[in-house]
C-alpha cells in the first residue's frame, strides 16, 4: 500500500482529485470516511454510553399522530380519527387499527407524546427535525448551506473517535427533497469528511450492491496501484468530476477510500444476499423493508449512525409509494391512502426490525427513533384530511436503553399542543446524543467561528432505565 500512496503522491493535485471521481467510488466517498487526525476525540462527558448505535427512521411527509399512536378517542366528530383504536401490548395504550403487528411490540417503545417546534414547511421542519435546530425562518425555498446545523450522523461522525474500516454514520436509500433537497443530511461547517455514507442503491433489487465499491469495468486494485491505471481514471472521468464541487478535503483521507475499497468487512456488512429469504420477506419486499434489515446488517457490524428515509418525496396521491403527506386531495383522501400504503408497510417492517434486534441480543445496544418532520393538525379539514401541524406530534424510541411501554409527556384533548411536558425538538436531538454518551453541551464551532452546542435542551432521561 505504501507504494501505492507514493505514486499517487506524483500526480498534481488536480489529477488526483479526479482519480477520486464518480466512475471510483461515487461522488460522495470522502465525505464518508471518518477522520483518524485526532480532531474529533471522544467525549469528556464522562457520560455512561446506553446504546452504541442508533437506527434513525425518518417519516417523511409527516405522518399524523392523532390517527397512529396518541388516538383521541374522546375528542369530537371532526377531529377523532376514523379510524379505530385497538389494543396493544401496554395496557390501556391503544393504536391504530391499521397497526397490529406494531400493536403487538409496542412494549419495546418509548413515546414522547409532546415533541413541538415551529416550522410549518416540509424543507424547513425537515431540517429542523434532521438537526436539532430551527433555520432562520420557516421557508419552504430554504436550502442547504454552510450556515446551517449538520445533521445527526455528522455530529456523531465529529464527536465519536476511533479507527475503523466502516464509516460511521450511513444514510440511505434517497435524497429527500421539497423541490429543493432538504438541509440537515449532511456535515455542512464540520467538513465532508464527516458528511455520511450515502447511496442511493435499492437494497431490494435483486441485484443491489454498492456502485461506489465498484471499480470501473478493466480497473482492478492492482492496476489502480500503477500510474497507467490511474492515468486511465483520470482520463475517463475528467467530465464528470468537472460538473461537481465535490473534491474539496479529498487529500487526506484518499488512503482511506482505498481501504475501504479493499475491505471485507464493508462487503460482508452491505450483502443483503446472504440474509436468509424468509427474513427479507418478514421485513417485507419494499425499498423500506430491506433498507431496515440492511440497517440492521450495518449496526450488527459496528456503523454508529444509521438514517433510513421512508420516501425521497413528501407524498401525494399515489397508494403505491410517496411519504405521509397525503392532504389536501378532492377525489384521493389521506384515510383511503395510508391504509393501503403507508401503514401496512410501516406494520410490517418497524415490528419485524424490533423483533430481529431483540433476538439477536442487539436492540439493548441499538436504540431505533422513529420520527417524522411533524404531525397532523387536529381538525380533519374538508378534503378530509389533515395540514401540518409542527406544535406536538408523536416520537416513538425503542431500544438503547429506552424503558419499553413507558409515555413522556401528554397532548390536550384534541392532540394540538401539549398539556405537560412538552419536548422541544434540542431536548430531542440532546436525547439521542445522550444515549450515545455524547455530551450535547459539547461545543463545535459554524462557518463564522461561532460556538455552538450539539444540541439545545436537555436530554429526557426519564424515558431511560
Not at 140 to 156: C, K
Not at 209 to 224: A, E, H, I, K, N
Not at 376 to 399: E, F, M, Q
Request: hydrophobic share 35%.
Amino acid at each position: 500500500m505504501s507504494g501505492l500512496l507514493s505514486r499517487i503522491g506524483q500526480f498534481q493535485r488536480r489529477d488526483l482529485l479526479r482519480a477520486y471521481g464518480p466512475g471510483l467510488l461515487g461522488l460522495t466517498l470522502p465525505r464518508w470516511l471518518r477522520a483518524d487526525d485526532g480532531s474529533a476525540g471522544q467525549s469528556e462527558s464522562g457520560l455512561r454510553a446506553r446504546a452504541k448505535s442508533v437506527i434513525f427512521l425518518f417519516q417523511w411527509g409527516g405522518p399524523s399522530h392523532v390517527d397512529t399512536f396518541d388516538m383521541k378517542l374522546q375528542a369530537p366528530a371532526g377531529y377523532r380519527s376514523l379510524f379505530s383504536p385497538i389494543a396493544s401490548s401496554v395496557p390501556g395504550l391503544p393504536v391504530c387499527e391499521h397497526l397490529p403487528e406494531t400493536a403487538k411490540v409496542l412494549h419495546h417503545f418509548a413515546q414522547i407524546r409532546t415533541v413541538h417546534h415551529t416550522m410549518n414547511n416540509h424543507n424547513s421542519a425537515g431540517y429542523t427535525a434532521l438537526t436539532g435546530y430551527e433555520p432562520p425562518i420557516d421557508d419552504q425555498r430554504l436550502r442547504e448551506s454552510l450556515d446551517l446545523f449538520p445533521g445527526y450522523g455528522s455530529v456523531v461522525s465529529a464527536t465519536v473517535s476511533g479507527a475503523s474500516d466502516l464509516p460511521t454514520s450511513v444514510s440511505y436509500p434517497y435524497q429527500i427533497a421539497d423541490g429543493s433537497t432538504t438541509p440537515g443530511q449532511r456535515a455542512s461547517f464540520l467538513g465532508k469528511q464527516h458528511d455520511p455514507l450515502f447511496f442511493q442503491d435499492d437494497p431490494n433489487d435483486p441485484a443491489f450492491r454498492l456502485t461506489q465499491l465498484s471499480l470501473p469495468q478493466g480497473v482492478s486494485l492492482d492496476r489502480l496501484g500503477s500510474r497507467r491505471g490511474l492515468q486511465q481514471l483520470i482520463n475517463s472521468q475528467s467530465r464528470e468530476l468537472d460538473r461537481s464541487a465535490v473534491a474539496e478535503g479529498l487529500g487526506a483521507y484518499y488512503q482511506r477510500s482505498l481501504e475501504l475499497l479493499n475491505s471485507d468487512r464493508v462487503r460482508r456488512a452491505f450483502d443483503l444476499s446472504s440474509e436468509p429469504e424468509v427474513l427479507r420477506e418478514a421485513y417485507g419486499r419494499t425499498t423500506y423493508g430491506q433498507s431496515c434489515l440492511l440497517a440492521r446488517r450495518l449496526v450488527e457490524h459496528g456503523v454508529k449512525f444509521v438514517t433510513v428515509y421512508f420516501a425521497p418525496s413528501i407524498g401525494g396521491r399515489s397508494r403505491t409509494d410517496g411519504g405521509w403527506d397525503t392532504h389536501g386531495f378532492d377525489n384521493t383522501r389521506m384515510y383511503e391512502i395510508l391504509p393501503e400504503w403507508h401503514l401496512p408497510v410501516t406494520d410490517r417492517t418497524l415490528p419485524t426490525l424490533i423483533r430481529d434486534l431483540s433476538e439477536r441480543g442487539l436492540l439493548e445496544e441499538t436504540l431505533v427513533v422513529w420520527m417524522g418532520e411533524f404531525g397532523r393538525t387536529p381538525k380533519i379539514n374538508d378534503s378530509i384530511s389533515r395540514d401540518h401541524w409542527p406544535k406536538c406530534y408523536t416520537v416513538l424510541l425503542a431500544g438503547g436503553g429506552v424503558r419499553g411501554g413507558a409515555v413522556y409527556g401528554a397532548s390536550d384533548r384534541y392532540g394540538a399542543v401539549p398539556d405537560r411536558e412538552a419536548v422541544t425538538i434540542g431536548d430531542l436531538a440532546a436525547t439521542m446524543y445522550y444515549a450515545l454518551g455524547i455530551d450535547h453541551t459539547r461545543e463545535v464551532h459554524d462557518n463564522l467561528n461561532r460556538p455552538l452546542p450539539l444540541a439545545r435542551g436537555r436530554a429526557v432521561a426519564e424515558i431511560f432505565g
